[in-house]
């Protein structure tokens, strides 16, 4: 399994991002898809999740300001990020996990900074 995790940069409070994350080595379908994001002396916490049958969840704090989505013919998966504030600041993690599995699958990260 292999995501690649891309979009993070430094952005003013208020202003948007949108990550990607490409899988592969995966059937896509059948893999449960999130992101999570650390930041500096934080544990790692699950923003958005996007089921296999396209069901969501957020954390409260980005509800109504986050959307998460999935493209099954690219094999990625999308988290667009408006209204960002400097409490997004951290570094943003694909997640992957099978259908009734418990094995986690990780990508590589990629950092969100938002200047106030």
């Known amino acids: 399994v292999q995501l690649q995790a891309s979009g993070g940069g430094l952005v003013q409070a208020g202003g948007a991002l949108n990550l990607s994350c490409v899988a592969s080595?995966?059937?896509?379908?059948?893999?449960?898809m999130g992101w999570y994001r650390q930041a500096p002396g934080k544990q790692r916490e699950l923003v958005a999740r996007?089921?296999?049958?396209?069901?969501?969840n957020y954390v409260d704090s980005v509800k109504g300001r986050f959307t998460i989505s999935r493209d099954s013919a690219k094999n990625t998966v999308y988290l667009q990020m408006n209204s960002l504030k400097p409490e997004d600041t951290a570094v943003y993690y694909c997640?992957?996990?099978?259908?009734?599995?418990?094995?986690?699958?990780w990508g590589q990260g990629t950092q969100v900074t938002v200047s106030s």
């Open positions: 996007i089921r296999s049958g396209g069901s969501t």
């Open positions: 997640h992957a996990r099978r259908m009734f599995s418990a094995a986690d699958n």
């Open positions: 080595g995966i059937t896509f379908s059948r893999y449960d």
